[in-house]
């Protein structure tokens, strides 16, 4: 499993996923569960949609 998160997207994922977890805390809805998968996508560093596709937001190594 190689790393296909770069750190912008890593960075935006977990912005995006702290924002809906305190909107579902906030509006008291399971919706802010939702929040944990792009959260969890950035502290792993893979995210399982790019691998098909062939995405990869890593800068490479010239």
Do not use: E
């Given at each position: 499993m190689n790393k296909n998160i770069?750190?912008?997207?890593k960075t935006v994922r977990i912005i995006i996923g702290l924002v809906v977890i305190a909107l579902?805390?906030?509006f008291q809805s399971w919706w802010g569960l939702v929040?944990?998968?792009?959260?969890?996508t950035?502290?792993?560093g893979f995210c399982p949609l790019y691998a098909p596709c062939k995405i990869?937001?890593?800068k490479k190594e010239s």
């Open positions: 770069g750190k912008v997207d579902g805390i906030n929040g944990l998968v792009p959260l969890l950035a502290l792993v990869s937001t890593v």
